[in-house]
């Protein structure tokens, strides 16, 4: 079993920064891609960027590509979403995952063999 813990959401004026992290419990979270997604009210949740278990392999959705990076520290059990030039479009529930599979991260097939999930942590871009 793996816990999820997810940070640093908040309310930021368009332009800005927020750094989130996701904490994971567990002595196996070098075990797991990570991903983060997110969720706009009235949307169905989207992949937002994954990184492989080694940190080597790096995946970012065409929506906020350039505006984000991800990176994860397997001796700390985090991963982190740092989001620069943020724009009003970007508000949504933020949520990291951990999944054990593999497979293509674009489309479907990912989010649906996540394994764990975070509780989510609310970013607002205020315009």
């Known amino acids: 079993q793996v816990q999820l813990v997810e940070s640093g959401g908040g309310l930021v004026q368009a332009g800005g920064s927020l750094r989130l992290s996701c904490a994971a419990s567990?002595?196996?979270?070098?075990?797991?891609?990570m991903g983060w997604f997110r969720q706009a009210p009235g949307k169905e949740r989207e992949i937002v960027a994954a990184?492989?278990?080694?940190?080597?392999?790096?995946y970012y959705a065409n929506s906020m590509k350039g505006r984000i990076t991800i990176s994860r520290d397997n001796a700390k059990n985090t991963v982190y979403l740092q989001m620069n030039s943020l724009k009003p479009e970007a508000t949504a529930v933020y949520y990291c995952?951990?999944?054990?599979?593999?497979?293509?991260?674009?489309?479907?097939?990912?989010?649906?063999?996540?394994?764990?999930w975070g509780q989510g942590t609310q970013v607002t871009v205020a315009s």
């Open positions: 995952a951990a999944q054990t599979k593999g497979g293509p991260w674009g489309g479907t097939y990912y989010q649906s063999t996540i394994d764990y």
């Open positions: 567990g002595h196996t979270f070098s075990s797991y891609s």
């Open positions: 990184i492989s278990r080694s940190g080597v392999n790096i």
